[in-house]
């Protein structure tokens, strides 16, 4: 009676990943053998007390059968005065074990049963290391909830914009938004504005059935925004995509479900018909990061700080580089953190922007993660594009110029285009910045040469290895 009652708890301990060596007195390789049985009772009852304890003792368990399992396992548990490496064991729901495999310098975790099967089926690559860019085809930007409400006809181009990453963090920002609190490193902006520094790569055509078929450089983070007729955001992507040279990907709409497939009797789209397009620039810069700095202040410069100087307009639109906090590590103009509205988190402290304001209007860093709507925000719904368009103070910005403020806006109003860009760093924090840049340099070139000796492997590739592009990672 009372060994069938200690089986039954034994297999619950089993099922909660407790096992407890000295219950299988069967086992080969236990000393355990129990003669009293309230000792072993009592024993038992104060090994479940221990129930943490004992958790550690099994790592990873591959069924078997209902009663037989493979187990990553060390019978001391893993601290016992020093580290017990893991070993592979049989194990039944009745406690017996056997050892199978162990080292004496390594644990041996995460058993896999391996037994014949039907091979699946295999996709093969599209993947070509010589080529260095990939295409992306979108049916229509129509469907799905991206764009819900918007009436077809008005999406005119897709922006992609590609994200520069920071090789390292020197100084910070707050920001505070409905998607939480968050501090960016090496900061670009305010606080709330943009976390990274954004490459303009150019446009595409969106025709009028929403269908778009277009080229991107390979193995960058890339992400798309939806325009008007005027350049402006009507929807913006705040994750990224990224693909292998010669890689083809595609989707239904803007945001559809992910389990949506196109749309059955369509016809085939425009795009299609068209065929694949390479990317047009933006503007007259071309491809290029966008810096505030020297995009945006010379029009300001051009056309305003005749006023807005502070002096004769409160509001300043000058573009002198001056140090305002300490935290960021960065220099500021009164331009920007006048249009972003900034102000500082505290004495010393670094300057937050208000993304809500309905002057400059921008989608915050820290927005909620769910879909935002068309239209949420950005320079559609910024009173300062509206200004400009109504000629403010007698000025009169040309369409050009109007749509180069939109972009900023609609980048998320970063300042700089580089993260050395307007810095405040002593000589330690671009020592620092510098060493970790040149490792990512450095990783760069070790993975040229590992592609380059996989090109070479190949058995069509022959004796002429062609120049590899430069993918910009």
């Known amino acids: 009676m009372i060994r069938s009652k200690l089986i039954k708890w034994l297999k619950w301990g089993l099922a909660c990943c407790m096992l407890v060596p000295f219950l299988a007195w069967q086992a080969k390789d236990t000393s355990f053998q129990p003669t009293d049985t309230k000792g072993f009772i009592a024993e038992m009852q104060k090994q479940f007390a221990e129930v943490q304890t004992i958790k550690k003792k099994e790592n990873h368990r591959e069924e078997l059968n209902e009663t037989e399992f493979l187990i990553s396992y060390t019978p001391l548990g893993y601290h016992i005065g020093h580290p017990m490496e893991f070993g592979i064991y049989w194990m039944n729901a009745n406690g017996e074990r056997e050892l199978l495999v162990a080292d004496s310098k390594i644990s041996c975790n995460q058993p896999i049963l391996l037994a014949p099967r039907k091979r699946p089926f295999h996709r093969s690559s599209s993947v070509d290391y010589t080529k260095n860019e990939g295409v992306y085809y979108m049916q229509n930007i129509y469907e799905g909830n991206g764009l819900k409400g918007v009436a077809p006809g008005t999406i005119k181009q897709l922006r992609i914009v590609e994200i520069q990453f920071r090789a390292a963090g020197v100084g910070e920002v707050n920001g505070n938004d409905e998607g939480g609190g968050a501090l960016a490193s090496s900061p670009v902006g305010v606080g709330n504005a943009a976390w990274d520094v954004k490459r303009v790569i150019g446009v595409t055509d969106v025709y009028p059935d929403g269908s778009a078929f277009f080229k991107v450089p390979a193995r960058r ?199 050395r860009e307007a810095n405040n760093w002593s000589d330690h924090d671009r020592e620092f910045y510098d060493r970790y840049d040149k490792k990512r340099k450095q990783a760069r070139m070790e993975e040229q040469e590992n592609i380059r000796q996989y090109i070479q492997s190949l058995p069509a590739s022959g004796s002429i290895i062609p120049n590899l592009p430069c993918w910009g990672l």
């Open 221 to 419: 983070p890339l992400y798309f925004q939806a325009l008007d007729e005027k350049g402006r955001v009507v929807q913006t992507m705040r994750s990224w995509s990224t693909l292998q040279p010669n890689e083809v990907q595609s989707c239904v709409g803007c945001h559809e479900h992910k389990n949506t497939v196109p749309v059955a009797g369509h016809r085939v789209s425009m795009a299609m018909d068209k065929g694949i397009k390479a990317l047009a620039p933006e503007d007259e810069m071309g491809e290029r990061n966008f810096s505030y700095l020297k995009e945006i202040q010379p029009i300001w410069d051009r056309n305003c700080i005749s006023c807005h100087d502070g002096v004769k307009h409160p509001m300043s639109l000058k573009g002198e580089l001056k140090v305002v906090d300490k935290q960021s590590k960065r220099k500021y103009t009164d331009s920007y953190l006048s249009l972003t509205h900034a102000r500082p988190d505290g004495p010393g402290r670094a300057w937050r922007g208000d993304a809500h304001h309905p002057e400059v209007n921008w989608i915050s860093a820290l927005s909620q993660p769910t879909l935002l709507p068309p239209y949420f925000a950005g320079s559609n719904k910024s009173n300062l594009i509206k200004r400009l368009e109504e000629g403010h103070g007698g000025t009169k910005l040309t369409p050009q110029e109007i749509r180069k403020v939109s972009l900023w806006i609609d980048l998320l109003v970063p300042q700089i285009g580089d993260y």
